[in-house]
């Protein structure tokens, strides 16, 4: 080899990488086998952490202009989709740390107070930048989550709370979604129509109904009385921001209803991206509450109902927090809303040839 060739450990830096676990049972001179593999997936987490950051601050910076190109887009749901496959591997990690027994993390637990996975500032930068807010995080023993964070992480991640957001960018670029009105044309008008007609239609179902008793049909109209006004929320903007005050919903009117709308239509050409990204950040929002939940479990199986090295009440602290972790909620409720194929308003021909690919005829 040439001397200025690149060599496989020089690259890697695994002198540094393969010397960075320090084993704390060792250092108090009594050497536990297992955690070594403790530290080593956690250092995976980290590892894999940094790469979610990577990925999304190149989304972050693809929809941080005035306008997304659409050659951008097919970048982001790869972006996504890569983070959608991590996610998978952090969950996967937790059946590796499994095997360790608790008798085994009993034997260093001690050695690790007050360390907890709760000062992982890259975690917390993730979430803070996917768009979790700090009003939706539990309280640390009654204080904020950047509580137990050294001074300069402390720094880091409140700085973060400042930047853009998944959230909020995604939401800005739902709010510049075109079709919704053309000309004459009135999307909403037309829905509204196409639910009534629908509501109506099964409305008569019961009502004609031999096999339901009077009570029981009453029943089922208020239910149908029910799910109007749900969906008038969906038409009226006031009735959406009285929703927005109560946390049952966050997106915007207007971005709400283009994410209907994307769902809707998400067969036409110019949907099928913006779909499959609305499709990604829902799978993003499930993979991290998957994790948690699963998180969660394994921490009730190593201590049961101890609580965690850092002070949380543990496993039952760790299923709470998945509760409360969701960013894109709204996406997951937009299927309240929809209606089948043919129910769908006609788009005028000159919005559907608009949606199509230039060269098709």
């Known amino acids: 080899m040439s001397e200025d060739s690149i060599y496989y450990g020089d690259y890697l830096q695994l002198d540094k990488l393969l010397d960075a676990q320090r084993l704390e049972s060792e250092r108090a ?104 807010r700090r009003d939706d995080r539990l309280l ?29 960018e995604v939401e800005e670029w739902l709010e510049r979604t075109p079709f919704l009105e053309h000309g004459d044309f009135n999307f909403w008008d037309a829905f509204k129509e196409a639910v009534k007609k629908r509501l109506d239609a099964d409305r008569e179902v019961v009502a004609r109904n031999p096999n339901l008793t009077d009570e029981q049909k009453a029943a089922q109209m208020k239910d149908f009385d029910l799910t109007m006004r749900q969906y008038e929320a969906v038409f009226d903007p006031l009735k959406h921001e009285s929703l927005e005050k109560t946390g049952q919903r966050r997106l915007s009117h207007r971005a709400f209803q283009a994410a209907l709308f994307i769902n809707l239509y998400r067969d036409l050409p110019a949907l099928q991206e913006p779909h499959r990204m609305l499709e990604l950040l829902m799978d993003i929002d499930e993979g991290f509450t998957a994790w948690r939940h ?40 937009l299927t309240t809303f929809l209606v089948p194929h043919d129910d769908r308003p006609d788009l005028p021909d000159e919005v559907i040839e608009s949606m199509k690919f230039r060269f098709q005829k």
Do not use: C
């Not at 989304?59 to 790869?78: N, Q």
């Not at 640390?140 to 909020?168: C, H, I, Q």
């Not at 509760?323 to 709204?330: A, K, L, P, Y």
């Open 29 to 132: 001179g009594d050497l536990k086998h297992d955690e070594m593999l403790f530290i080593i997936v956690h250092q995976a987490y980290e590892l894999w952490f940094k790469q979610i950051l990577w990925e999304l601050d190149d989304v972050l910076a693809m929809f941080g202009g005035e306008h997304v190109a659409e050659g951008d887009m097919g970048r982001v749901v790869a972006r996504l989709r890569r983070i959608v496959e991590i996610q998978r591997l952090l969950i996967e990690q937790i059946a590796v740390l499994e095997t360790m027994t608790p008798i085994d993390f009993l034997d260093f637990r001690d050695h690790l107070f007050p360390a907890s996975g709760f000062q992982s500032a890259q975690f917390r930068i993730l979430e803070n930048k996917l768009g979790l």
């Open 140 to 168: 640390f023993e009654g204080a904020p989550y950047t509580e137990r964070f050294n001074e300069a992480d402390k720094k880091r991640v409140e700085a973060s709370e400042e930047g853009p957001t998944l959230f909020s």
């Open 294 to 333: 699963r998180h969660a479990q394994m921490a009730l199986r190593m201590i049961g109902r101890r609580i965690g090295t850092g002070g949380s009440a543990g496993a039952k602290y760790l299923d709470k927090s998945a509760e409360r972790s969701r960013v894109f909620g709204d996406l997951f409720n």
